[in-house]
């Protein structure tokens, strides 16, 4: 990390672009943040994937894999306004990553492949971004490829996205050819030449005219069906100018109403200019988000603005641990954050004290003087806080809701090869976790094996390689293992339980009667029923927290239990025995004994699986896809290439990779995504080893 000491300076939240780069792997991310780097200035020399050159990609597993895996964050001005950035990575196993980063972000630009249009993780990103409220505009990428085609992806993004493109742009050539764009909201051709940097303007090509005009056209009326304002001056005049449609977009894209579209070649360097000016034009700034929401005491809800002169709030998204200390990044939300300030996490009650704060990016940064509203920032000198963690001024506590972590489903036994090594095995499995919330460290209680848990086969590899390479500690992996789960199919009625014990001085009793029964989701679900005050509220809350307690080993295997509802219908206290941990007692031993006398299924993970494969290689991939137990929902063919969709159990998967690249000589590639739970076969559930 190197860092540059930068005068004071202060940036007014409505001058600031908080977005990130959202896409599926190789869409082309990271080449677009290292041209807008590149045409902003923040850098003097283009670097590249494929020869691990580019800023956001500093790690040494990025570079060597060619993929992003960490999500990295670049400052840069373009316009009189600062563009925080965030380069999200595009692979499944990483997508707790593009959560943590949606939680902060204002805006995001969506990237998709001219060619291939929507694929799996663009989906999975975009809904990402629609639970969390993010506006987005799109930029096709890749239109200088073969087979690229703007009205495909284009099309692909409405059917499959369920959104309404709005296209700003009109390509000028194709494939090879690509050397431009029309500009259909001013109507002007925009030409980018071969080695030279920046664009030449003029007007729109002759043999393009008719063609622009019905697209200016017919964005005109679709603006119109989406803009009470637009539709009343369309109906006046039959047309739009320039100013009411930026207007409308910019309102539209803000109300998830519509989707601005735009296209290019990022390593061509074409397009990115415009892309620039259209996240200034049409995403939004700190000022223009609602204010912050957050609990105080007594779970009161409580507001902050995004303004500098509100008491400092901001919550802490990611942490990593360098060589010069450990960075904590934050987005703050409303007030002013000043180099040697002491904050409070407002979850512990804790005070610590900022060292220092840093404009970031990547792994090199600017050291500031204060952080106000607005600002993405990283700080050191903060060595309690976590991601997840809401920091704010001590005399003004607020916690703001923490990103969600994804469950982990896919486990892996490791133990350091040398028993000297085994202490700092375990500190690189806590640093590890405490980068990264979607890894899990547990110790076995029959086995004694120390388990790491993540999100898929990559993400554990990369983990495993970071202790390796990172902490000079050489380890054994046992076989992956997928996260099983138990649920139940029949349920209990009426179940009686009493927990009763006396060893001398206070005794305990509970007595509760449970109704168990089977939920479709796989979540847990309690409630009370109890009337009269037989069993008081803090008891009844008691006896939730003992059947979350015995969720955690079913009857089957020792798997965690899921998808049931516990009903607590009856019960009784007495006057000096009863506690509430007699009655969590009475709640965990109860529950045991009814998921025993219920009727279970084992649950294992699905991932939906679609394979790109030469035409001539289908059958010996559909036959593979067969014997690992999977089911083919779709399959389609053009030009030479077969795309096929299935739904696969993912202890199936182990190992796919290797044999995919053996039946189609290398040319095969598949990606996967989460698609649930589902039954195990009994056969295949009777040779499953048991917890």
């Not at 409303?334 to 996490?345: M, S």
Request: with cysteine.
């Amino acid at each position: 990390m190197r860092a540059n000491r930068q005068p004071r300076t202060t940036t007014s939240p409505a001058a600031v672009r908080n977005l990130g780069i959202l896409a599926h792997v190789d869409a082309g991310k990271t080449t677009i943040t290292e041209r807008i780097l590149f045409a902003t200035g923040a850098i003097h020399q283009r670097g590249e994937v494929h020869h691990g050159t580019t800023v956001t990609d500093y790690d040494p597993q990025e570079r060597d894999r060619g993929i992003t895996i960490f999500a990295a964050a670049v400052s840069c001005a373009w316009g009189g306004h600062r563009v925080n950035l965030i380069d999200t990575p595009g692979h499944v196993d990483f997508s707790d990553e593009v959560e943590r980063s949606l939680r902060v972000l204002d805006g995001a630009v969506a990237v998709f492949d001219a060619v291939a249009g929507v694929e799996p993780q663009s989906e999975t990103v975009w809904r990402q971004a629609d639970r969390h409220g993010v506006p987005r505009i799109a930029f096709v990428n890749k239109l200088d490829r073969a087979g690229a085609d703007l009205d495909t992806a284009v099309a692909s993004i409405r059917e499959r996205l369920g959104v309404v493109p709005l296209v700003v742009q009109l390509p000028i050539g194709a494939e090879g050819s690509f050397s431009g764009v029309v500009d259909l909201l001013a109507m002007r051709s925009l030409h980018w030449r071969s080695g030279s940097d920046g664009y030449q303007v003029g007007p729109v090509p002759e043999p393009l005219r008719e063609e622009a005009d019905r697209r200016r056209r017919l964005l005109e009326e679709t603006v119109a069906e989406l803009h009470a304002d637009a539709l009343e001056e369309f109906c006046s005049a039959s047309a739009l100018t320039e100013r009411t449609l930026v207007r409308a977009l910019r309102e539209l894209t803000l109300r998830g109403d519509g989707v601005v579209v735009l296209c290019g070649s990022a390593y061509r360097n074409r397009g990115i200019e415009p892309l620039l000016d259209a996240v200034l034009a049409y995403l939004p700034s700190p000022s223009d988000m609602p204010p912050v929401r957050g609990l105080v005491e007594d779970g009161v809800e409580q507001e902050r603005a995004p303004d500098p002169a509100e008491p400092f709030t901001a919550l802490a998204f990611k942490v990593t641990a360098t060589a010069t200390g450990r960075l904590t990044y934050l987005r703050v939300y409303a007030g002013t954050l000043r180099k040697g300030a002491t904050v409070l996490d407002a979850a512990t009650g804790r005070t610590e004290r900022v060292g220092r704060i840093l404009r970031v990016q990547a792994d090199r940064h600017e050291e500031r003087e204060e952080a106000v509203a607005g600002d993405i920032v990283a700080v050191i000198g903060l060595k309690a806080a976590r991601a997840g963690t809401t920091l704010c001024a001590p005399g003004a506590p607020l916690v703001l809701e923490p990103p969600s972590v994804a469950e982990p489903v896919v486990s892996v036994a490791v133990e350091a090869r040398r028993n000297s090594d085994t202490g700092r095995l375990s500190a690189a499995l806590a640093r590890l976790a405490e980068e990264d919330p979607s890894l899990v460290v547990r110790s076995d209680a029959e086995s004694g094996q120390t388990v790491l848990s993540g999100m898929g086969e990559l993400h554990l590899e990369v983990a495993v390689e970071k202790i390796r390479s990172g902490h000079g500690v050489e380890v054994v992996v046992g076989r992956p293992q997928v996260s099983y789960r138990e649920t139940v199919v029949r349920g209990v009625s009426g179940l009686v339980h009493r927990h009763v014990k006396q060893d001398g001085g206070a005794g305990q009793f509970a007595h509760v009667v449970l109704d168990v029964e089977p939920l479709e989701e796989p979540c847990f679900e309690f409630r009370s029923t109890v009337v009269g005050g037989r069993v008081p509220q803090e008891y009844a809350r008691a006896v939730e927290a003992g059947c979350r307690d015995a969720l955690a080993e079913g009857p089957l295997g020792g798997f965690p239990v899921t998808g049931l509802r516990v009903t607590l219908t009856d019960g009784a206290t007495h006057s000096k025995d009863s506690s509430e941990m007699a009655f969590r007692a009475a709640g965990r031993f109860g529950l045991r004994e009814a998921l025993r006398l219920s009727t279970m299924e084992l649950l294992e993970p699905l991932a939906e699986v679609t394979v790109t494969v030469p035409e001539d290689g289908v059958g010996g991939v559909l036959g593979d896809l067969a014997a690992r137990r999977g089911r083919v929902s779709g399959s389609t063919a053009e030009a030479g290439t077969a795309v096929i969709t299935a739904a696969v159990p993912l202890a199936e998967l182990f190992g796919y990779a290797s044999r995919l690249r053996g039946r189609t000589q290398g040319r095969g590639t598949f990606t996967t995504r989460p698609a649930g739970l589902a039954p195990v076969p009994a056969a295949v559930a009777g040779a499953l080893p048991v917890r």
